[in-house]
């Protein structure tokens, strides 16, 4: 089955299924966020980004093999309004932005920077630290030894635009971060956002002037 990326709440995952990792979409309420559980086909660790809500949805999707961290990607409330009990039924540990970590009411268990390292299993992911939606917002890059990237982006970029920004600087600084650090990336670099449907860099890059343009 083709994986589309589109998921609705209260409907089944979609799971892209690459050489070496599966990553499974999840939509939760009751504001329609992604959660996205990875899982290493060598070794069968899991990793769930963005414990959201909806506990027992993202806990069925988690299963009996159990996961060993779970990464919120920025502070908002709504990215982890279930990370307490995923956190305790599972004993995950806890992945977090630096700048974010003492905005999150379950404590950080591994503080993240631009450039560290995440792994599940033998699989690893990069940090990349973006400011503007929040002081510590964190995207993750996969680069798939055998295709293209793909990268989680929590609420920093979505298809159409960047995250939310309330001030202009917020604004330049997000851009630039995006510039810098994610639309460095191959046009075919598959894009996880925090809500709604996926897209590419490729398909978004062409917008950038006019993002500039309009200011959000």
Same mark, same amino acid.
């Given at each position: 089955?083709?994986?589309?990326?589109?998921?609705? *709440?209260?409907?089944?995952?979609?799971?892209?299924?690459?050489?070496? &990792?599966? %990553?499974?979409?999840?939509?939760? /309420?009751?504001?329609?966020? +992604?959660?996205?559980?990875?899982?290493?086909?060598?070794?069968?660790?899991?990793?769930? %980004?963005?414990?959201? +809500?909806?506990?027992?949805?993202?806990? @069925?999707?988690? /299963?009996?093999? =159990? %996961?060993?961290? *779970?990464?919120?990607?920025?502070?908002? /409330? $709504?990215?982890?309004?279930? &990370?307490?009990?995923?956190?305790?039924?599972?004993?995950?540990? @806890?992945?977090?932005?630096?700048?974010?970590?003492? =905005? %999150?009411?379950?404590?950080? $268990?591994?503080?993240?920077?631009?450039?560290?390292?995440?792994?599940?299993?033998?699989?690893?992911? @990069?940090?990349?630290?973006?400011?503007?939606?929040?002081?510590?917002?964190?995207?993750?890059?996969?680069?798939?030894?055998?295709?293209?990237?793909?990268?989680?982006?929590?609420?920093?970029?979505?298809?159409?635009?960047? =995250?939310?920004?309330?001030?202009?600087?917020?604004?330049?600084?997000?851009?630039?971060?995006?510039?810098?650090?994610?639309?460095?990336?191959?046009?075919? @670099?598959?894009?996880?956002?925090?809500?709604? +449907? $996926?897209?590419?860099?490729?398909?978004?890059?062409?917008?950038?002037?006019?993002?500039?343009?309009?200011?959000?």
């Amino acid at each position: 089955m083709t994986y589309s990326g589109a998921v609705k *709440v209260g409907g089944p995952a979609d799971v892209h299924e690459l050489q070496d &990792l599966m %990553i499974s979409k999840v939509a939760v /309420g009751p504001m329609d966020n +992604n959660a996205y559980l990875l899982r290493c086909r060598a070794t069968g660790e899991q990793l769930l %980004i963005d414990a959201a +809500n909806d506990a027992a949805t993202l806990l @069925t999707l988690i /299963g009996d093999d =159990g %996961i060993a961290s *779970v990464v919120t990607t920025h502070q908002h /409330g $709504d990215h982890w309004q279930a &990370l307490a009990e995923v956190v305790s039924a599972t004993g995950a540990r @806890t992945v977090a932005g630096r700048e974010d970590a003492p =905005g %999150i009411p379950v404590a950080t $268990d591994v503080a993240v920077d631009d450039g560290d390292t995440v792994t599940v299993g033998r699989v690893s992911l @990069t940090a990349r630290h973006l400011v503007g939606h929040t002081p510590g917002s964190i995207a993750l890059v996969y680069d798939d030894p055998h295709g293209h990237p793909h990268v989680f982006t929590g609420d920093c970029l979505f298809p159409g635009g960047p =995250g939310r920004t309330t001030q202009p600087a917020e604004f330049q600084s997000l851009m630039a971060g995006l510039e810098e650090r994610v639309f460095t990336l191959p046009d075919e @670099t598959w894009v996880y956002p925090g809500h709604g +449907n $996926d897209t590419t860099i490729g398909t978004e890059r062409p917008h950038l002037a006019e993002w500039h343009a309009r200011g959000w």
